[in-house]
């Protein structure tokens, strides 16, 4: 039924439109009870639960920062079977985006373009409303992804950074830094580690008892990631989270004049998700086993979240199929996730007899 309302109705909306009314009608879910009737049809098998930076995870698969920016929709989020939902990217400073258009759909790839531009209502906004949610024992876990106010200049990027860090960790249950969305101007090149390792220095002390990890592009080579690695595990931060959106569009299904028209932004979905995969075990390889590594880009199904889990993904994030899944994507994933379970199981069993 999702996939006909989508073909007839919300495929003919602005995507940015269709995501509101959408976002509304999960925000509202807990009202009256009614997230409660869908969580029975929705929860994850308990078998699904990981433990990870202190924190139990009912399934290793939440949502990725970018689909709840202000923190107003977490336990709707957490009804609909997800795990832990990333609230973000909150800057130190409100700020409304960029002009729109700024969301576009690549239905035939299943991807999306975006160059929000971290709108926000800020973080002194947010912390009254994470405060009680934080409280909240029906809650999924809570993290939050902080970034570079726009009207902060590159060079005074760690003093932004620290005043979100320290107005926001005290309500997360974890915090992430990131230095790698394509949309705001100088921000990736914090990720060149003369800049980097000030800034999560600085950052990781504001945070204090808050496991932090920090958000890398899919767009730096294999030796930078390497270096990012050594730098994580020699602060001593808790994880990694690969990858952001991508400003490569080689390869795609959509006419090259379409992304032309479309311009500037990250691209997320599908055609990201080799590139995502490699980081993944890029990054496996070079950090303590120890260290979360949360993967996400590209993914769409169970069995690419097993995938993930597989290569060593500590924890998987989606948003993209999101728009084309529908709102039981969560359960379809948590259910594949457990028959895959079930299944390695019973091989195991029938070997050992």
Same mark, same amino acid.
């Given at each position: ?48 639960? @990981?433990?990870?930076? =202190? ?7 939440? &949502? ?9 929709? &977490? ?37 999306? !373009? ?6 926000? =209502? ?18 999924? !876990?809570?993290? &939050? ?5 726009? $009207? ?15 107005? +926001? ?6 915090? !992430?830094?990131? @230095? ?15 800049? +980097? ?16 990890? !920090?958000?890398?592009?899919?767009? +730096? ?37 379409? @992304? ?33 590594? $949360?993967?996400? =880009? ?13 290569? =060593? ?39 050992? $007899?």
């Amino acid at each position: 039924m999702y996939r006909l309302l989508f073909s007839l109705f919300l495929s003919r909306m602005d995507p940015e439109d269709a995501h509101h009314l959408a976002f509304r009608l999960i925000q509202r879910l807990p009202v009256f009870g009614l997230g409660r009737l869908v969580e029975r049809f929705t929860a994850p098998d308990p078998a699904l639960g @990981v433990e990870a930076l =202190g924190l139990h995870f009912p399934s290793p698969f939440g &949502v990725a920062a970018g689909f709840d920016k202000d923190g107003f929709a &977490v336990r709707g989020l957490g009804h609909l079977g997800f795990g832990h939902v990333e609230v973000g990217t909150i800057t130190a400073v409100a700020q409304p985006g960029n002009p729109r258009p700024r969301l576009f759909r690549l239905t035939a790839d299943r991807a999306l !373009v975006n160059r929000m531009g971290f709108n926000n =209502g800020g973080a002194d906004a947010a912390a009254g409303r994470l405060s009680r949610l934080s409280r909240r024992t029906d809650r999924p !876990v809570l993290g &939050v992804n902080i970034g570079k106010s726009r $009207v902060t200049p590159v060079d005074e990027a760690v003093a932004d950074y620290e005043r979100s860090a320290r107005v +926001l960790a005290p309500f997360a249950d974890y915090l !992430v830094v990131n @230095v790698s969305s394509p949309n705001t101007p100088g921000l990736r090149g914090l990720q060149e580690l003369d800049a +980097l390792a000030p800034l999560l220095e600085s950052v990781k002390v504001a945070a204090g008892q808050t496991p932090l990890l !920090v958000k890398i592009a899919p767009d +730096l080579a294999d030796d930078e990631i390497g270096r990012i690695c050594e730098l994580v595990v020699s602060l001593g931060l808790d994880g990694i989270i690969a990858t952001n959106t991508t400003i490569a569009c080689e390869g795609l299904t959509a006419p090259a004049s379409v @992304v032309e028209a479309i311009g500037a932004g990250g691209l997320s979905g599908a055609p990201l998700a080799a590139r995502s995969l490699a980081v993944l075990r890029l990054i496996r390889d070079r950090v303590p086993a120890e260290l979360c590594v $949360v993967s996400v =880009g590209g993914v769409e199904t169970a069995a690419d979240v097993q995938d993930r889990l597989d290569a =060593g993904a500590t924890l998987v994030q989606g948003y993209t199929a999101f728009i084309y899944r529908g709102p039981l994507w969560a359960r379809q994933v948590n259910r594949g996730l457990l028959r895959y379970r079930r299944n390695r199981s019973a091989v195991a069993s029938s070997q050992a $007899v």
